[in-house]
């Protein structure tokens, strides 16, 4: 990863003309930088790697291929959304991966976090390196590399590599065209771009995904019964008026059971744990207390909608002493 410094006079990007006249600047830059060659990109539905493709897409249209690796562990619609945009709208050269046996065979039995978490980085990497040993003529990797993952890399905090660890015979020329940008600036250039709404301003989401949020050993009845309820989590919040205006909001279905009562009969099932989280910073978060409205509609919708789950808790514990994620 290149390590320059961010002029101090570059400006910052928050109109929709800054944010044109970065793509104008990085469309030369980067048809400059790659000429005829072929840039492979990791695609993964975020909001780094979504707006790079959509930069290079206009930059050097089908000379992108980009790889899309479902790993069984994105929230519901997220693998179907970037098919849509990327292959429908953008006309992109998109190779999609469905891997979901893949990784949860190998994820079966494991329940300590870090295991569950170098299994799914592990496995995502061969995955992409199978799908690049493929492609012929590739000589260049695009990333999403951020200005922040720049400067935690630079002050030892974190070791940034989107896809990193890649096997010695895969050797690629780096492409990182939004590499000196804040998010916020990422998600004006998006706009620009013409992404969808809801793409740019996702909220963050975790490498290993919904792995992290299955805690102890994932089962695939207990996985969909989390996805489904993210979704309801999701979709209420939009209805309330909260969607961008809460940082994070997620569900967790643990690994383990309680009693209920499901159609007059004793149930034994799953209970989902809501979670709404505020920050600045990731360092400390404060929780968002969320309307008794809002509450009763999700307790209702989760257990009546969502197969397996019994009972709805709410997390209102700040970090510290919490971490953002129960793994």
Known sequence: MQTDIRPESMARINTQAQAQAFIDE?????????????VLLALSGGVDSSVVAALLVKAIGKQLVCVHVN??????????EVIRVFRGEMDANLIYVDAVDRFLDKLAGVDDPETKRKIIGKEFIEVFAEEA???????????????????????GIKAHHNVGGLP??????????????????????????????????????????????????ITRDRLEALRESDAILREEFAKAGLEGKVWQYFTVVPDFKSTGIREGKRSFDWPCIIR???TVDVVEVTPEYLPAELIKTLVDRITSEVPGISRVLV?????????????
């Open 26 to 38: 990085q469309i030369q830059a980067i048809r400059a930088q790659v000429g005829d060659g072929k």
């Open 71 to 80: 790993h069984g562990l994105l929230r519901k619609g997220e693998p179907e």
């Open 133 to 155: 040993r493929k492609l012929e003529g590739i000589k260049f990797l695009a990333q999403g590399t951020i200005y922040p993952d720049i400067l935690e890399s630079k002050d």
């Open 168 to 217: 010695e015979d895969l050797e690629f020329e780096l492409v990182e065209p939004v590499k000196l940008l804040y998010k916020d600036e990422v998600r004006v250039v998006g706009d620009a771009l013409g992404l969808p709404h809801g793409m740019v301003y996702r909220q963050p989401f975790p490498g290993p995904g919904l792995g992290v949020r299955c805690t102890g050993a």
């Open 276 to 278: 709404a989280i505020n």
């Open 315 to 327: 997390d209102y514990t700040p970090k510290p002493p919490a971490t953002v994620e129960w793994e």
